[in-house]
């Protein structure tokens, strides 16, 4: 039974933003200093400490552009469809374009795959921004799937072509990847790849899976809705039962971590590193919850 004095925390390699979010935050703190009406569309990124600082130097959250006419809008790192952006920038609107550079080496992979007359198959979330931007990118319409049943399901309903162009969402883990490319060998007569897996997600994930399989407890750190985090927090899952996904340390309760001697922690992409070491710190300097010391 641990008793505190002996606990350890491995940290993962890399925590904190990945660079596509930190070149994100800082092309917007740069528009908030020299441009007057700065807005976007949704949240920077998911974590709120980083969208409430925005917000409080005048960035504005819209829904929706209908309304806008002047002002300067910002496209987050996920990206946004061509057609979209053209239409915002006919409108008078100054763009600020801080989709990473992965998303749009994605964006010309299926690009590509289309010209080369592959019907463009994503592996992704239909309904995550950086995968509508891609389908936005493409002049005809994709297959998106997610997960082995669904390409199944495209199959049988005739919607899987015989020669496809695969590509990936930047976040996903390559190991669903691979068992959906492994399904589509035996359907596909042609299939051509190209990995657009982002490789600092896959270097964390590699890493988190290594952490997960020789520590007691796994400490996921990042927001619910940020993707990344979520399927990290899955992956880790898969290697050790004893994983935990936090926003913050606030959310660790003391009866979480009290009975672990080896403790790691890893986090999400957008994750700021002073969430991650402030419950590395709670970890390794708590010794009872407080609420029962004081009961
Ligand atoms: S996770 Fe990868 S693709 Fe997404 S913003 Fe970060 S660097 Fe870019």
Avoid: W
Avoid at 94 to 105: E, K, N
Avoid at 156 to 164: A, D, P, Q, Y
Avoid at 184 to 197: A, H, S, V, Y
Wanted: hydrophobic residues 45%; contains cysteine.
């Amino acid at each position: 039974m641990a008793n505190g004095s002996n606990r350890r925390v491995i940290m993962a390699k890399e925590v904190g933003f990945c660079f596509g979010v930190k070149r994100a935050i800082n092309l917007t703190r740069q528009a908030l200093a020299e441009r007057e009406d700065v807005f976007i569309l949704g949240d920077l990124v998911h974590n709120k400490r980083v969208t409430d600082e925005l917000e409080g130097k005048g960035l504005r959250k819209i829904e929706d552009y209908d309304n806008e006419k002047k002002g300067t809008m910002v496209i987050r790192a996920h990206g946004l469809p061509e057609e979209k952006i053209r239409e915002i920038k006919s409108r008078g609107i100054d763009v600020v374009d801080a989709t990473c550079p992965i998303v749009l080496r994605a964006q010309e992979a299926a690009q590509s795959l289309e010209k080369r007359g592959c019907q463009v198959v994503i592996v992704g979330d239909r309904n995550h921004a950086e995968i509508k931007g891609i389908l936005g990118a493409l002049e005809s319409p994709a297959l998106v799937v997610d997960s082995v049943e669904e390409l199944r399901e495209a199959k049988e309903s005739r919607k899987l072509m015989r020669k496809v162009g695969v590509i990936f969402q930047t976040t996903h883990a390559l190991e669903l990847c691979n068992a959906i490319v492994n399904e589509m060998l035996m359907m596909c007569k042609e299939i051509q790849i190209i990995n657009t897996i982002c490789r600092p997600v896959q270097n964390r994930q590699d890493d988190a899976i290594e952490l997960a399989s020789k520590v007691q407890l796994m400490i996921v750190v990042g927001s619910r809705t940020s993707a990344n985090t979520m399927e990290l927090a899955a992956l880790c899952l898969n290697y050790n039962v004893n994983t935990i996904h936090v926003q913050s340390a606030e959310e660790l309760s003391f009866s979480a971590f009290e009975n672990f001697d080896l403790i790691g922690i890893a986090s999400g992409l957008s994750t700021p590193e002073d969430l991650v070491e402030a419950v590395k710190v709670k970890v390794l300097t708590m010794q009872a919850d407080p609420e029962l010391a004081i009961a």
